[in-house]
């Protein structure tokens, strides 16, 4: 450095004379030169090797370029600035002193390590690298910070926090070996500590604070208060139905809510924002009344229904079965889109449960009400099966109307199943038994087509007739029989036979044939009661009396004989021929 060189005298050649005058000039005490003292000065000019710094005496001091750090810190080092170092020695014969701004740095650093320590504050650092078990932190002095102390939770990039500058705490503290360990992780729970107090400290039910949003999920969305996050449920947000938070605040979005409830133990804030606003749920009977047609738009469709707004915040559901007079459920998006503008009929208000039942369906009359203006019970009418099932099948008379085939409707003679005598997509007349708007339900009959089997019977049939009858069911009190197809009857057990059954099953079997006699008639219930036992005591009868005909009609050809002859007048003088002839026939036989 030439702009620092002396002149040319050799330590001998300086007299103690001039060593006195340069005492003098340059106005030194010994106090004010002992080494290691901490100087402060501002800096004259910096070279690529020193930094020329003016401390206030007549001699000017000396830093090596190397004592600041790295080339960032080099290069925020300008004429004019403040800086602190330690007295390292005097050089008074080249006319400068030397010093140590990393010796004061490290003194200061050890300084302010010791008083964080001592008083539980806290110390500013720069983490430089990754270490084994931990990092190196630059606090004027290399310190370490384990892995444990980084953070509240787990670093899993160490290299994001490596380069930054972080507020630490002092776990250990070493003077003599200049040994520290830090803690950031303590320091941060310290801050939300003092956070949390201060904001619980704040906080009062119903009372309106701002925050910003921190994060969100499905079910609601975190609002920073000040250093502590509070609860926005998503059933806080509206006083109509919230899919996602995101349909009402952004990440960062600053917002005004009202503390619903908080527990300070367990760390928990409520907040609520649609109470910022009148409950539209209120009054909501004076408002509407059931029956009423209202105009509202469709906010969301789900499988079961669709989701109409009425007014601000006051949204019904419209129930799939609701949507449509059809008989089969369709999906509310093959009817509705959402957004669009609808009229619906109130169906239900409850503002406890602040819900609302809407209906779509009941704008318009029911179809059955129009088919009822056109055909009444009786007329015949044309149509599809359109299902099956075990009690029946379904006509399709007109687009939208369906009614109900029986399956005791179907047949006259009992069947199994309604497949045995209909199929899907099959053209087939009926007769219309009952049209019932309120029920909503239209009853078909196919067998009414024919007549009613029944009618004629009763006028063919009277109690006392032996019919010949089939076993088509057994049960606990007797047996069904079948007189004609379509026509079954019931023998008890008392009418089975002479002697008592106890249990049909052991004495009789499906399918089997007798004649019956019968017992009783009713018309008006379709009922018929016979008896097996009277019918056998009838056939005897009847074939006692056949019996008994038969034995009076038979006469022999000698009893034919002997009545005619009676009539008729013998020969006198054959008379005595005739007696012996007789008497050898007598003789004979």
Do not use: C
């Not at 401390?55 to 810190?73: L, R």
């Amino acid at each position: 450095m030439s702009e620092l060189k002396a002149p040319q005298k050799t330590e001998d050649e300086i007299s103690s004379e001039d060593y006195e005058n340069l005492l003098d000039k340059y106005q030194f005490k010994s106090k004010e030169l002992a080494p290691g003292k901490l100087i402060k000065g501002k800096v004259i000019k910096v070279t690529p090797t020193h930094v020329i710094v003016d401390v206030g005496f007549k001699s000017e001091g000396i830093i090596p370029i190397e004592d600041f750090s790295d080339k960032q810190d080099r290069n925020k080092i300008h004429p004019g600035d403040d800086v602190e170092a330690i007295l390292e020695k005097s050089n008074l014969r080249e006319g400068y002193l030397i010093l140590s701004k990393k010796k004061a740095v490290a003194i200061k650093a050890m300084d302010n390590l010791e008083k964080a320590y001592q008083r539980n504050s806290w110390i500013i650092g720069k983490i430089t690298e990754k270490i084994k078990n931990g990092y190196a932190v630059n606090v004027g002095i290399e310190t370490f910070l384990p892995d444990s102390h980084a953070d509240v939770r787990t670093v899993k990039e160490p290299e994001k926090i490596i380069g930054n500058i972080y507020k630490f705490k002092v776990l250990k503290f070493d003077r003599k070996s200049e040994n520290a360990v830090l803690s950031r992780k303590l320091f941060l729970q310290d801050e939300k500590e003092k956070k949390k107090s201060r904001v619980f400290n704040q906080l009062s039910r119903g009372k309106k604070m701002k925050g910003y949003v921190k994060s969100m999920t499905n079910f609601g969305a975190f609002i920073d208060l000040g250093g502590v996050e509070g609860l926005l449920h998503i059933s806080d947000m509206s006083w109509g139905k919230t899919n996602h938070p995101t349909e009402h605040f952004q990440l960062g979005q600053e917002v005004e809510v009202v503390i619903l409830d908080f527990n300070e133990k367990d760390e928990k804030i409520s907040l609520g924002y649609k109470q910022l606003t009148p409950d539209p749920w209120e009054n909501m009977e004076d408002k509407y009344q059931i029956g009423q047609k209202v105009e509202g738009k469709v906010v969301s469709l789900t499988d079961f229904g669709a989701f109409v707004e009425i007014e601000k915040g006051v949204e019904g559901l419209v129930h799939v079965s609701d949507l449509t007079w059809s008989r089969k459920l369709v999906h509310p998006k093959k009817i509705l889109t959402q957004g669009e503008e609808v009229i619906v009929t109130i169906l239900n208000i409850n503002p406890s449960k602040k819900r609302i039942s809407l209906g779509l369906k009941q704008i318009t009359p029911h179809p059955l009400e129009l088919f009822r203006q056109k055909f009444s019970p009786g007329s015949r009418i044309k149509g599809t099966i359109t299902s099956i099932t075990d009690f029946g099948a379904f006509l399709e008379v007109e687009k939208g109307i369906e009614g109900l085939i029986h399956i005791s409707d179907i047949n006259w003679k009992k069947i199994k199943h309604p497949s045995e005598k209909l199929k899907i997509g099959e053209e087939i007349e009926a007769i219309i038994l009952n049209i019932d708007v309120e029920k909503q339900k239209l009853s078909l009959g196919i067998k009414q087509l024919q007549g009613d089997i029944w009618e004629d019977f009763f006028k063919r049939q009277k109690v006392g007739d032996l019919v010949k009858v089939k076993i088509v069911r057994l049960v606990d009190f007797g047996v069904f029989v079948e007189i004609t197809p379509g026509i079954e009857g019931v023998i008890f057990l008392s009418e089975l036979d002479e002697k008592k059954i106890e249990n049909p099953k052991e004495v009789f079997s499906l399918g089997e044939e007798r004649l019956a006699k019968i017992l009783k008639l009713n018309p008006s219930n379709k009922k018929i009661s016979l008896s097996y036992r009277q019918a056998q005591m009838e056939i005897q009868k009847l074939e006692y009396q056949k019996y008994i005909q038969s034995q009076n009609n038979r006469m022999t050809l000698g009893d034919i004989m002997k009545d005619q002859l009676k009539n008729i007048a013998p020969p006198k003088n054959n008379t005595k021929k005739i007696e012996k002839k007789k008497e050898g026939k007598d003789d004979k036989s």
